[in-house]
């Protein structure tokens, strides 16, 4: 059984008479009458005082036995070892510089116990050498053992070789009061149980995490399965350099106070790839609690991140090379029935998504997000794109959003019952500040910002001008991989069709959480798949590679003061743009059901709106017929009601609507059913072939060289000519692979060889990911470009390996015929 330091410390003044760490911390107060005094040279070791409990070997020195011994001089190869078991021990450094040429300067052998204490004033350095052959520590605490750090001297540990301090399985360590320096090669401070600060001042630089708590369960002999790997931090000014992570804890990380400075691996500006060492700020394998404390940190990989999060406390100021708070499951900020806006401040001012989780949940606080992809996501990569897990809850706090993708963004619903609430989001084609998959439930708190408006909800809103952009792609959230290539993919409707759906096949399966699936072989010559898509960095909520936000039909730019009145001309809220917005939607507990609301730029008006609520039961996102600002009975056809075309999965403001009408009215591509025409769903190889092929006029024979592609299929004619004009490609000897999901690039690809492939470039340098482009495709890729006919998936993000969907293709051909 481990003893409590406390414990420990308090039986060993009691039984040796030792002073106070207080009072014991002054030099003068050491004498031979209450401690031993040891003083190191190069060549011996001389002792003398209260406790014999040591012995001494040429410049190694044991201990032995309960007592406080002091510890000064200068030696380039010694050593303090306390013996095994041996407890209530207190080190005090007093002016010690120690060197070991082969192990730690300093050991705690198994199941010992010791307080090591450095005197007032005192400065004290501890080390291995680069050619020591034991590659643990400069201070090591073995199995079972227990070390305490204090006193108000100065302690700098040199892990040349490895770690600074490192405590083996079962091991505690417990820092507080001390200036506690440590420069290691690999790990600063680390300890596979139990890791305490409590205070001092702490500053670490690590080639590998500085501080850390990560049981060695790997070990195939001894492997170890009772460390707990948790670190605990309550206090102290802590400030850490390391090229991997800053603090790692496999088990739970718990932080309630303290001044933290962590930069990773040189910070968010830093370019790393998928096998680069993990570089996060705050990290856990179980659960990061943070109720506490004053944060500064710069990482390259996500700032903190964790199964579950918690954020109910401290002011956090974040910039990240990807997420800035990431929770695989649970991330919660704020504590659940607080009305603070102010506590836990959050500042994100740069990282690719702000606040990502499973479920993510917003009770109080404030929280300025900057960020260049999403806002907040609910995703999850390995729960596909699609999960009734996913959600976005906010009940209070103050939450202010800059996206330079979508804003609020959820791969399933959100809610909002409380708080402020004011997201900008893209406002391009695939983003906006409000973007989901499930349902948008509106029950109160205060809400500005534009994209889709709520479906559910107790708490009236207005939306002015047109919708913005929602996603369809699961808000680009996960990085997923997977592929369903090779599965029944459902054309455009034939009339032909026979069993299964209303056109007689079966219905396309999900993309991954981003949107994405790998996509199968190339469209010429086998090409491979892309690789899975990178994140991208930076947070300034530029657009960077992405088209220019749309202009704006309400006349709102960058700067633009908007301005919402009531009917008796009272304001209820204003604000400054932060780039074009499409729309404008506004809720509060002001905005009444049935009344109505101005909206303002720049002191004009710009439309008003009557307050409804949202009613649509959806489960696509999408709002229900007449539930847009579309006229009732608007676009009604052959006699069905519903949205657009008589889809009931297509709102008239959806950003995808015109497109819809474009090819249904034009006869190139018909819903799965009468009322539905999945527009987030996959398009296939055969059905972007049969697209065009209706494009041409419809003159070729229902023949094939592919042995994959029956003369009987809907689609054997229109690949038959696709082939034949050159417009598309085998993906083998022989092989066409119909139902394949088609990617962004081969779909840029034949579009291109249709138009002729016209001599045409764009720059496409602002895109991170253009290296994931095919050598066939990247002509057509920039003439898309160049044409406007493909834009990114984010600021920085091209996706060429992407998949397209059906909405994505109908835009896409409506632009092309506009050539």
């Not at 044991?62 to 001089?73: D, P």
């Not at 800053?246 to 040189?266: K, P, Y």
Request: glycine letters at 14%; hydrophobic letters at 35%; charged letters at 15%.
């Amino acid at each position: 059984m481990k003893k409590k330091l406390l414990a420990a410390l308090l039986a060993s003044a009691l039984a040796a008479g030792m002073l106070p760490t207080s009072a014991c911390a002054v030099s003068s107060a050491y004498t031979s009458s209450n401690a031993t005094l040891i003083s190191f040279t190069d060549s011996a070791v001389t002792a003398d005082g209260k406790y014999s409990g040591y012995e001494i070997e040429g410049t190694d020195v044991s201990i032995t036995a309960a007592g406080t011994y002091v510890f000064s001089g200068d030696c380039d190869d010694g050593s303090i070892t306390v013996k095994k078991g041996v407890t209530g021990v207190t080190l005090v450094l007093n002016g010690l510089t120690l060197t070991n040429a082969d192990s730690a300067a300093i050991t705690l052998n198994k199941t010992a116990e010791a307080a090591l204490i450095a005197a007032a004033g005192s400065e004290n350095t501890v080390a291995d050498t680069a050619g020591a052959n034991d590659e643990n520590a400069a201070v090591k605490v073995k199995s079972g053992a227990s070390l305490s750090l204090s006193g108000t001297g100065t302690l700098t540990a040199c892990g040349n070789v490895k770690n600074g301090i490192k405590g083996a399985s079962d091991a505690v360590i417990t820092v507080d009061e001390m200036t506690l320096n440590i420069e290691a090669a690999d790990d600063g401070l680390s300890c596979d149980d139990e890791l305490t600060i409590k205070g001092g001042r702490v500053n670490i630089t690590a080639g590998g995490d500085a501080v850390k708590a990560s049981p060695d369960t790997d070990d195939t002999e001894n492997p170890d399965t009772t460390s707990l790997g948790s670190v605990t931090i309550s206090g102290g000014t802590i400030t850490l350099e390391a090229a991997e992570d800053g603090v790692q804890a496999d088990g739970d990380l718990t932080i309630s106070g303290g001044t933290f400075a962590v930069t990773a691996n040189g910070g968010h500006t830093t370019t790393i790839s998928d096998e680069d060492a993990s570089c996060k700020g705050l990290k856990a394998g179980k659960t990061l609690t943070v109720s506490g404390g004053t944060f500064t940190v710069d990482s390259a990989d996500d700032a903190l991140h964790a199964n579950d999060v918690t954020v109910s406390g401290g002011t956090l100021t974040l910039a990240s090379g990807d997420d800035a708070v990431h929770a695989d499951n649970d991330l919660v900020v704020g504590v659940q029935g607080s009305s603070s806006t102010s506590n836990p401040k959050i500042s994100i001012t740069a990282s690719c998504e702000g606040l990502e989780g499973t479920t993510v949940s917003v009770y109080s606080g404030d929280i300025d997000v900057v960020v260049s992809d999403d806002g907040v996501n609910a995703a999850n990569s390995e729960l596909g794109e699609h999960s009734d897990k996913f959600a976005i809850n906010i009940a209070g706090g103050d939450l202010y959003i800059d996206a330079g993708s979508d804003g609020l963004d959820s791969n399933n619903d959100i809610s909002i019952t409380g708080g402020r609430v004011e997201v900008y989001g893209a406002d391009a084609m695939m983003d906006a500040a409000i973007d989901y998959d499930g349902t948008f439930t509106l029950s109160g708190g205060t809400l500005f910002g534009a994209g889709m408006e709520p479906g559910a909800g107790t708490q009236a809103y207005i939306a002015v001008g047109e919708t913005s952009p929602s996603g369809g792609k699961g808000g680009h959230g996960g990085m997923g991989g997977g592929a369903n290539g090779g599965q029944d993919m459902t054309p455009p409707n034939d009339a032909g069709g026979t069993a299964g759906t209303a056109n007689g096949n079966p219905r396309t399966p999900p993309a991954n959480a981003d949107g994405s699936t790998t996509p199968p072989s190339g469209d010429q010559n086998g090409q491979q798949s892309g690789a899975r898509p990178e994140k991208t960095s930076g947070g300034n909520g530029q657009q960077g590679g992405k088209p220019t936000n749309r202009e704006s039909a309400l006349g709102i730019e960058k700067g633009s003061v908007i301005t919402v009145q009531d009917a008796d001309g009272r304001t209820l809220y204003t604000a400054t743009a932060l780039g074009s917005m499409s729309s404008v939607i506004f809720s509060s507990s002001d905005i009444k059901e049935g009344e109505t609301y101005t909206v303002l730029v720049d002191g004009a008006s710009v439309g008003t709106a009557t307050a409804k609520l949202g009613t649509s039961s959806s489960s696509s996102g999408s709002l229900g017929p007449d539930q847009n600002g579309g006229q009732p009975g608007s676009d009604r056809q052959n006699g069905q009601q519903g949205g657009v075309s008589g889809f009931q999965d297509v709102g008239q403001n959806d950003w995808f609507a015109s497109a819809v009408r474009y090819v249904t009215g034009k006869s190139l591509m018909n819903g799965e059913s009468t009322t539905a025409f999945a527009p987030n769903e996959n398009m296939s190889r055969a059905m972007l072939a049969t697209v065009l092929y209706r494009m041409s006029g419809e003159t070729a024979e229902a023949d094939s060289s592919f042995r994959d592609v029956s003369s009987s299929s809907y689609y054997a004619a229109a690949v038959n000519w696709a082939s034949s004009e050159g417009i598309v490609n085998g993906t083998g000897a022989d092989v066409f692979s119909p139902n394949a999901s088609i990617t962004r690039e081969q779909l840029a690809a034949m579009l291109y060889r249709y138009a002729g492939e016209p001599s045409v470039s764009a720059d496409l340098s602002a895109y991170t990911d253009t290296v994931d482009i095919s050598p066939y495709a990247s002509k057509a890729v920039e003439w898309c470009v160049a044409k406007g006919i493909l834009s990114g998936e984010s600021a920085t993000r091209l996706a060429p390996q992407d998949t397209a969907t059906r909405a994505e293709c109908a835009a896409m051909l409506q632009r092309f015929a506009a050539l």
